[in-house]
């Protein structure tokens, strides 16, 4: 311990007469290769860890003295461990709200009492700021799970991690082999018939999931005392508490007790991939698809990051044998602004060595950064569920990550740590704030908008499938030349064959009958004549579709295909598609899709410099001299690689099987592309037809305030209609 000798509070504390109660247990334990104390309440199932010179002190105090006449004995004794005043005031007045103090008689010095109080207050705002995750204690199981023993050492021993391997490796074949259906299959994922489903799956997984942490902390010896459910963004799941893993010593086992969870979720994951894959469409099938689904998506972008204080944090935490990482991180983060920016020598570092700083640092500006995205996310998403409690949700965010830092920083600079300093610290901290708040207000920073598109011929003809087939032959490559007239492909529907058949057997049958009546009597004839008739216009409308089938040059030029088509040979092509294009004019225009938000940036500086660079060809960069924004809203993609379907950017329509309607209005943007591209061309350029792209666009440079104050308010206005 180290410090202050002497302290302003000490006179409140001297005369009183406390020591550890009888309920406390301790154990010693190496965290990052030092010593350490664990002091545990048996009765309240709460964790102190302290230093050794500090377990001494504490160790040393009884009721038969006073603090003060302890804290000269212990000096008397051990000069050079003993704490200093404010060191004393600060451990009794944790072990206080700790409930880890016997007093001989009620405490009145007002100095831990005071001290217990803030930290109550600290404990009760952070509740209120994580309204959307609470806790509610239901029941000890710990009696239960001692009852499981033996099913507890069969679950968690290495035939349960060989099976665990064997299935989980098979469950990601089986997602690996069937990927395509997987990525179709998501799409009713939220849907309304579903949704219930989903919660189900999600709740037994979770109580599952809790299952196993308790399971894995009762095989390396840590009582499990408490069973509740949390709230987590206004949805019941279960908890257990697992905090007497920290009597564990091997750091190995307390690394797995975080990780049971996540074992079982996978384990759960891997099952539910296995079902899907053998079963057909139905109930069976959707379940199984929602327990993949949550139990990956759950233990890897949720519980598996560390950056969030769930399961993977606390697996860090043991593994780097660093206690409390989140907390140390943000100390140390207060410490470098109030040691180096505010210039107060006497700041105390948390970091202890060298290896411990270089955690503290990358650590805690990746969890404050990524605590911002996460907490704009939360909010967006309950926004939409629930747009009051977003709101609320967003001004209680700007309170815990502005008002409230800024607060305690104003009570920092008027307290007694930085009295030596204070002039220093008041005028760094004025032109800190002030400097950023210019930097925000006034100072521009570059904008651009990035534009997707394709490229085309201005002269062309699309050609597309004029009705639902099977594509049977593809007769030209891309890039041959073809005459007027000559095929390209040859599609194919047995459907319509089948048709086709069948009216002429029918004709045929009538044509018999016709002759026969001729032959007995003509007044028969007169109606075989009109289906004759009839089922003549219907063979005329099916071979003129059939004919539709051969897709011929309409004139000579060169044949670009549609992305992939030489890939589709056997598969059906939905009515509409477009099969690729004939080109006459080897001068290219790019056409790019802008969102409704940035068209009016572009309206405004029509004449703003712009460049294009080319997939697969993105060493090479084309200035656009001049581009174009169609003054009108569009809703169908030129092309559907722009959209999701075809792996661009653009939303598709759900439903939409052509990959072309887009799920927003937009406004389309056209650029002619350099005359002379020879010098591009001899770099490697190869432009062609359907070609994806991005285009950026440089506008003027605007202030960080501005920027995200219209995109602000087109966020409310696009979701919300506010």
Known sequence: MSGAVFSDSWFRVAHARVALPASVEVERQRFGGELWYVLRDSYSHRYFRVTPQAYAFIASLTPERTVEEGWLAFIAERPDEAPGQEDVVRVLSQLHVANMLYFREPPDNQAIYARAQTQRRRELQSKLMGFLYTRVYLFDPNRHLDRCARLIALTTGRPALLLWLLVVGAGTGAAVMNWGALSDHSQ??????????????????????????????????????????????????????????????????????????MFVELFLAALGALVWSQTGPGLVNSLAYNVMVVGSVSSLLFNGNPLLRFDAYYILADLVDIPNLYQKAQQHWMYLGDRYLLGTTGAEAPARNRRERLWFTGYGLLAFLYRIVISVGIILFVMDQWFLVGVFMAVVTALTLLVWPLKKLYQHLNGPKVAANRRRAATVTGAVLGGLLAFVLFVPMPSSIMAHGVLQANESSVLHTASEAVLTRLLKRSGDLVAKGELIAVLGNPELDYEYALARQQSDELEVQYRQSLARNRADSAPLVERLAALAIQIGELERLKRRLEVRAPHAGKWVAAASLHERGGAWIPRGQALGELVVDQRFRFVAVVPQEQADDLFRNSAARAQLRLAGQSEITLPIERFTLIPYHRDRLVSSALGFAGGGEIANKPGDQSGEASAESFFELRASLPADLKAQQARGLAPLPGLSGVMRIELPGKPLFGRARKALMQLFQKRYGV
């Open 188 to 261: 009713g994922l939220f849907s309304l018939s579903n949704l219930p489903w989903l919660f189900a799956t999600l709740t037994v997984m979770k109580l599952l999931h809790e299952i196993g942490h308790a399971f894995v902390c009762k095989r390396f010896g840590g009582p499990v005392h408490a069973f509740g459910i949390m709230f987590l963004i206004m949805t019941p799941l279960p908890y257990v508490d697992t905090a007497s893993a920290w009597g564990i010593k091997d750091r190995f086992a307390r690394a797995m007790v975080s990780a049971a969870g």
